[in-house]
C-alpha cells in the first residue's frame, strides 16, 4: 500500500509553546489511522497543517509520494484532503444540497446556475452508499448535530475527497451514532480512502482504526496496529502514566431544598411541533443533576425554558419556591435562575461589545453598575477587573471585545458573571463544548464549587465522561422527554447509552 | 493575487488618515477630470473651497445646507447603532415640517418662546409617529423596516404635497396673489419664526444649535445610560439582549421613534428657521433624509463627527449652487461632489479591511486534484 499522505518531522511553534515538535505521521490509502492524544497534545495544529491553515516551520508533508507545499487551506482541498471539524461550518438556513455544493469550490467558479435536483440526486447516492442517512433537502437548522455531521462527511465525500480528517467526530454522537458513524468510516475506507480519525476515546480507536498514532506535548509517540494495542497500552502511550476514570465522591444530593422543580412541562421547538413533552425534573440546592441525551432531543429548548427564554404550553415550573410565569428572561433572572448557553459566542455575550460590558450583561440595572438611569463606568470597568483577576482570564483588559478571547477565557467571563449574581440555580448547557482541557477543568471546577455553595445545579451535556465525572443524579432525555433517570453512582454508560438512543421506555 | 482581509484591531489613526488620503485621492481625480474638460484645476478648487466656507456670507449659507443634514444625520445615526435601519428620515421630515408648520399657524399671537417650543415638540412628535409604524411592525411582526420606512417616505411626500397642491388644506395660503399663481403653504406668523445670532458674519440659525445640543445629549444616551447600555447589546447581539432580560420591542420601537422625532424637529426647523411656511416642493427635492444616512455613515454613527460632516458636506453642496454657472457646467458640479463622495465613501473599506499582495501561490500537485468523474 502506498502512503497517501507522509508527515515527517514536522514542527510548528507558537508564542511560547511548540504545538508540534518533530512529529512524523504516516497513513496509506484505504486506512484508518487514528490520531490519539490529550487535549493540548498538538492533534488540531498538526491537521490545521494537514489542511493547509498553517505551514510548518519545519519539516514536510509528502502526499501520495510527492512532496507538497500548502500556501493555503484551498491548496490542501484541491489536493484531496477534507476537514470534518467539531464545530460545523454550514450555513444554517441553506439546505443539506446547498450546503454541500457550497463547500465544493471546483464548481463554484465554473457552474453560474445550481441545478437543485441533480444535487440532490447525487448528495442522496452518496448518503446511502456511505450510510449518511440526511434528507437532502433539509434545511440545516432542522438538523440535529448528529445529522449535521453527516453533512459535513457529505461535503468532503461531494469534493471527491482522498483524505478526509475527522476532528472528534463522535463529541455529539449517542453510543448507537457512533456505531453509525464507524461503519461509515469503514466504507469509506474500503472505497481507497484514507480516514484520519482525531479522537481521545480509547474504545473508539480501538474500534475503529487500523493504526494509532499517539501524540504526546507535541511528539509523536509511537505509531501502533490497532488490533495488538490495548486500551490500557493507549492510555499509557497518552498519558504517560496510569489514569483512573474519576467519578464524583462528595456529592450531598440530600441535603437542600428543591430549587428548580419542573411538573409535566410542554413547550414548542422553533418549528412548532412540542419539543418538550411532560418534563418533570427536580434539583435540590447543592446537587448536580446532568441531563444526558443526544443533542437535538429537546436539551435546548428545556434549558431555554427554565431561563425564560422560551414560553411553556403546560406545566408548572418553580425556581427557588417561586412559581414562575414563564417566557421572560428577567423573571428569570429575578428568580435567581443563573443560565449558561451552549452558543457562547451569540447568546451568552455580545460579541462585539467589551469584556466589561459583558460583565455586568444582567447586573447593569442595578447597584453599583448603575445609579438610577445613569451608568457607572467606572465601577463597571472596577467590577470587569476584579473578575477578570480572580477568575484568571487572560486577555490583555476589559475594554477589549469578547469575541476576542478564547473559548475558555470567555466562558469564564460568562460563568463568573451567571455566578455573580447569587443564584439558587444554574443551568449550564454543554459549558465544556470546544474548550481546552485546561478549560474543562476550570469548568468542572466551577460547577463542582458552585455545588458545593448549596445553589443547584442543572448541567445539560451529551458527553457521558464528563456527566458521570460530576453529577449526582442524571436524567436522559429522548425526543423531548425525561425517559429515565439514575444515580450517577449505579449508572453505566452502556444503559445510558440505550436510553439516550430511546431503547428503553421508562415513565420517568 | 490581492487578497482582502479585515483588521483584526483597528488602528485609531486610520480613522483619521483613511478619509484624508481619501479626499486627496478625490482631488487628484477631479484634477484629471477637470484638465480634461479645459477648466483650471487649482482655481476650480480655490473657488470650491472659497464658495463652501470663505467668501462672504458662504459660512453662513454652509450652516444653512447643513441643519437639516445634521439633524437627519443625528436621526439616521442613532437608529442604526441599534442595527435598526430606519431609511425614513426623509419621511419623518416631512412629517414634522406638517406637525411644526400647523402648531405654528395656530399659535398666531402667543408668546414668541413658547410658540417655538411647541413647534419643536409637534415636530418631533410628527416624526415619532411615522417613525412609530415601522418601529411597531419590526418590533411585533418582525417586518424588515428598511422596507416599510422607506415606503412611508413616499407615503410623507404625497401626503405634504396633497395639503399644499391638491387641496385647500389649513396649510395651504389661498389669498395671497402669488398664491392664486403658484400654490404655496401660509407664511408662519412672526412669533413662530426661530430666531438667530449673527456671530462675526456667519448667522448662526436655531435649528443648528439645537442640533448640536442634541448630539451632546445623543453621546451622553448612548454612551452613559442603561437605555444606550441595551440598545449597545441589542445592536449587537438581539440574542443577548433578550438572554440578559432586556425589552428588546419596547426598546426597537423607542428607537424608532426617537429616530423619527429628530428627524421630524428637522423638519420643524426647515419651518421655522428658513422657509417660513410648508414648502413641499423645497423639501421633496433635497433629499436631506437620505443624505443623512450618508452623514452618519461617514460618521460612524458617532453623534458629534454627524455634524461635523454634516458641515462639510453642507460646504460641499453650497460650494456646488455658487460654483456652477456659464463657464462651469452644473454636471461637471455633480461630478466633483459625486467624486469625492464616492472616494470617501470606498475609503472607509481600508479602515476595516486591509489589502495585501501576495504571490500567487504554486497549485499543489497530486493525483487527487483531477476533477471527480
Not at chain 2, 448640536?212 to 445592536?235: C, K, P, S
Not at chain 2, 420591542?249 to 420643524?268: E, F, H, P, T, Y
Request: proline share 5%; charged share 20%; aromatic share 6%.
Amino acid at each position: 500500500m502506498q502512503a497517501a499522505v507522509e508527515l515527517r518531522g514536522i514542527t510548528k511553534r507558537f508564542p511560547g509553546v511548540v504545538a508540534n515538535d518533530r512529529v512524523d505521521f504516516e497513513a496509506a490509502e484505504g486506512e484508518v489511522h487514528a490520531l490519539l492524544g490529550e487535549n493540548g497534545a498538538g492533534k488540531t495544529t498538526l491537521s490545521n497543517i494537514l489542511t493547509g491553515l498553517y505551514r510548518p516551520d519545519e519539516g514536510e508533508i509528502v502526499l501520495f509520494g510527492r512532496p507538497t507545499e500548502f500556501h493555503s487551506p484551498r491548496d490542501a482541498l484541491d489536493a484531496g484532503i477534507a476537514m470534518v471539524h467539531q464545530h460545523f461550518r454550514l450555513v444554517s438556513p441553506f439546505t443539506v444540497a446547498e450546503n454541500v455544493v457550497l463547500g465544493d469550490h471546483r464548481d463554484v467558479g465554473r457552474a453560474f446556475l445550481l441545478r437543485p435536483r441533480t444535487i440532490e440526486k447525487r448528495v442522496g447516492d452518496l448518503s446511502r452508499r456511505f450510510g449518511l442517512a440526511v434528507d437532502p433537502r433539509a434545511r440545516i437548522w432542522q438538523l440535529s448535530l448528529g445529522e449535521q455531521q453527516r453533512v459535513e462527511i457529505l461535503k468532503a465525500l461531494y469534493q471527491d475527497a482522498r483524505i478526509l480528517i475527522l476532528d472528534e467526530p463522535t463529541a455529539v454522537l449517542t453510543p448507537q451514532e457512533a456505531a453509525a458513524l464507524f461503519e461509515t468510516i469503514r466504507a469509506m475506507a474500503k472505497d481507497g480512502r484514507t480516514v484520519i480519525f482525531i479522537s481521545h476515546k480509547l474504545h473508539e480507536v480501538k474500534a475503529v482504526a487500523d493504526r494509532v498514532t499517539v501524540l504526546r506535548r507535541g511528539r509523536s509517540i509511537a505509531t501502533v496496529p490497532a488490533a495488538a494495542a490495548t486500551r490500557r497500552s493507549l492510555a499509557a502511550l497518552m498519558v504517560g502514566r496510569e489514569i483512573e476514570l474519576g467519578r464524583r465522591q462528595d456529592g450531598r444530593r440530600d441535603g437542600g431544598d428543591a430549587v428548580l422543580e419542573l411538573d409535566g412541562v410542554w413547550a414548542d421547538g422553533d418549528r412548532g411541533a412540542p419539543a418538550l413533552k411532560h418534563v418533570s425534573l427536580r434539583v435540590c440546592g447543592g446537587e448536580i443533576v446532568a441531563v444526558a441525551g443526544v443533542a437535538g432531543n429537546g436539551q435546548r429548548e428545556l434549558a431555554e425554558t427554565i431561563a425564560g427564554l422560551r414560553p411553556r404550553t403546560r406545566g408548572t415550573l418553580q425556581a427557588a419556591g417561586r412559581r414562575l410565569r414563564g417566557g421572560d428572561p428577567r423573571e428569570a433572572i429575578a428568580a435567581g435562575i443563573a443560565y449558561v448557553p451552549e452558543d457562547r459566542l451569540g447568546t451568552a455575550v455580545a460579541p462585539g461589545l467589551s469584556v466589561a460590558t459583558n460583565v455586568v450583561l444582567k447586573s447593569y440595572r442595578e447597584a453599583p453598575a448603575s445609579r438610577g438611569p445613569l451608568l457607572s463606568l467606572r465601577r463597571i470597568r472596577e467590577l470587569a477587573h476584579d473578575l477578570m483577576k480572580r477568575y484568571d482570564v487572560r486577555a490583555p483588559g476589559p475594554h477589549v471585545p469578547a469575541w476576542q478571547l478564547s473559548g475558555g477565557n470567555l466562558q469564564k467571563v460568562v460563568l463568573a458573571r451567571e455566578f455573580s449574581g447569587g443564584p439558587a440555580v444554574l443551568v449550564a448547557a454543554s459549558p465544556t463544548r470546544g474548550l481546552d482541557v485546561a478549560g474543562i477543568e476550570t469548568v468542572h471546577t466551577f460547577l463542582r464549587d458552585a455545588a458545593a455553595r448549596g445553589v443547584g445545579v442543572l448541567l445539560i451535556s451529551e458527553d457521558l465522561d464528563e456527566i458521570l465525572a460530576l453529577a449526582d443524579r442524571i436524567a436522559v432525555m429522548y425526543e423531548g422527554a425525561v425517559v429515565g433517570e439514575r444515580e450517577a453512582r449505579s449508572a453505566t454508560v452502556e444503559e445510558l447509552g440505550l436510553l439516550m438512543a430511546g431503547g428503553e421506555e421508562e415513565p420517568a | 493575487m490581492i487578497r482582502i482581509e479585515r483588521r483584526l484591531q483597528q488602528r485609531r489613526w486610520l480613522s483619521v488618515a483613511v478619509p484624508l488620503v481619501s479626499i486627496i485621492v478625490a482631488f487628484l481625480v477631479a484634477t484629471v477630470i477637470l484638465l480634461a474638460t479645459h477648466h483650471p484645476p487649482l482655481h476650480s478648487f480655490r473657488r470650491l473651497v472659497d464658495a463652501a466656507f470663505l467668501a462672504n456670507g458662504a459660512l453662513t449659507e454652509t450652516v444653512v445646507s447643513a441643519t437639516p443634514l445634521a439633524f437627519t444625520g443625528l436621526a439616521a445615526a442613532v437608529a442604526f447603532r441599534m442595527n435598526l435601519f430606519n431609511i425614513g428620515g426623509e419621511g419623518q421630515l416631512y412629517a414634522g415640517a406638517i406637525t411644526g408648520a400647523t402648531v405654528g399657524l395656530l399659535l398666531a399671537g402667543a408668546p414668541s418662546p413658547i410658540a417655538i417650543a411647541l413647534m419643536m415638540v409637534a415636530g418631533a412628535a410628527g416624526g415619532a409617529v411615522l417613525a412609530a409604524i415601522p418601529g411597531i411592525l419590526r418590533a411585533f411582526l418582525s417586518t424588515n423596516e428598511i422596507i416599510t420606512s422607506l415606503m412611508l417616505n413616499y407615503v410623507a411626500a404625497l401626503v405634504i404635497d396633497y395639503l399644499i397642491f391638491d387641496s385647500h388644506s389649513y396649510l395651504r395660503d389661498t389669498k395671497g396673489f402669488e398664491a392664486k399663481v403658484f400654490p404655496q403653504g401660509k407664511n408662519l406668523p412672526s412669533e413662530a419664526t426661530w430666531p438667530n445670532w449673527p456671530i462675526h458674519g456667519l448667522v448662526l440659525p436655531l435649528g443648528f444649535v439645537v442640533a448640536v445640543g442634541l448630539a451632546v445629549v445623543i453621546w451622553g444616551l448612548y454612551a452613559r445610560t442603561r437605555f444606550g447600555f441595551e440598545v449597545q447589546v441589542i445592536g449587537d447581539s438581539a440574542r443577548a439582549g433578550r438572554y440578559a432580560g432586556m425589552r428588546t420591542r419596547r426598546k426597537i420601537l423607542a428607537v424608532m421613534c426617537l429616530s423619527g422625532a429628530i428627524a421630524g424637529l428637522g423638519g420643524a426647523s426647515q419651518d421655522g428657521d428658513f422657509r417660513h411656511q410648508l414648502d413641499p416642493r423645497g423639501l421633496t427635492q433635497a433629499n436631506y433624509g437620505y443624505t443623512g444616512i450618508v452623514v452618519a455613515a461617514l460618521a460612524r454613527y458617532n453623534p458629534f463627527a454627524v455634524v461635523l460632516i454634516a458641515f462639510l458636506l453642507g460646504g460641499l453642496q453650497n460650494a456646488g449652487y455658487a460654483l456652477q454657472g456659464a463657464d462651469f457646467p452644473a454636471g461637471l458640479v455633480g461630478v466633483l461632489q459625486g467624486l469625492i463622495l464616492f472616494c470617501v465613501l470606498g475609503g472607509e473599506l481600508f479602515v476595516r479591511y486591509r489589502i495585501r499582495f501576495v504571490r500567487r501561490p504554486r497549485k499543489a500537485e497530486t493525483p487527487a486534484a483531477e476533477p471527480a468523474s
